[in-house]
């Protein structure tokens, strides 16, 4: 073994070290925490990211607390669970996970499940048909379900089921806040697309591809910026900026989870703008109006 190679082993041990032992004091501190209910006998929901924090309060009502493991403005790709969380998770009744292949969910929820097996995990994603992620260079699937209003009634469905599985007798009462939040959904579906009825142009350019399910229900083109999870080479930068002129395309999506300097440059060069719209908001309804305005103005061609 070379002294290059034997370093090389040598780190990906002591990585490994590392992680295991971040874990260890994690699962050592939150055995320390403190463990409080939830107040007035509520039932104790995590969920993975922050639209779904409005999804099961909109089902659950006054009956249910919810906590979000990925914080606002934080990556789900990426986000390490702190103690504090895990000290939540010990008193949750429900787990409700996007059930995609989002990468949080991926590395962290057997460990989660693994902390409280009492807890039920309800999968959001059940019924939901999922697709292709638009990264040639990163194959497999979009996780980013939500983005669909019309996927989203699927998803309150099965937290409705997963809390009247906790609580059968408040089952009237979920099932009739669900039918309300359908109500509105169907309602958001629509003025999205008036919003996006008649607009010139229907391919649009972001950073982190995150609109897939959005593009697709609403008959647009989603072009990433972001290849296999890094920044793009000079060569798909050209490619990009040649497409964008093209298309009559200026205004380069980013959201606040990730950096937007090659967003910025792609901008520069088509004499465009960096519009910022959130995947992962939460008062879900009103950001997804927010999401078709902004889609609106920027595809609209004179």
Sequence with gaps: MTKQSFFSVTGLRLQDCFAALAMTLIILLFACAPVA??????????????PQVEFVNAVGGDRVEVTAMVPPGANPHTYEVTPSQMAKLSRAKMYA????????ELTWIDKLVAQNRDMLVV???QGIGLMESVDPDQPGIDAHTWTSPRNVKSMVGNICAGLSQISPDDRAYFEKNRDLYVEKLDALDSDIRSALDGIGSRTFIVYHPAWGYFAREYGLEQLGIERDGKEPQATYMARLIKEARENNIKVIFVSPQFDTR??????REIGGR??????????YLDNMRKVAAAFKEALQQP
């Design 262 to 267: 090659s967003a910025e440059a792609i901008a």
């Design 123 to 125: 999968d959001c994603g």
């Design 37 to 50: 209910q939830p107040a007035g006998g509520k039932i104790g929901v995590m969920v993975t990211v922050l």
């Design 97 to 104: 996970k996007v059930g995609s292949p989002l990468e949080f």
């Design 274 to 283: 960096v519009v910022s719209i959130d995947p992962e908001g939460g008062d």
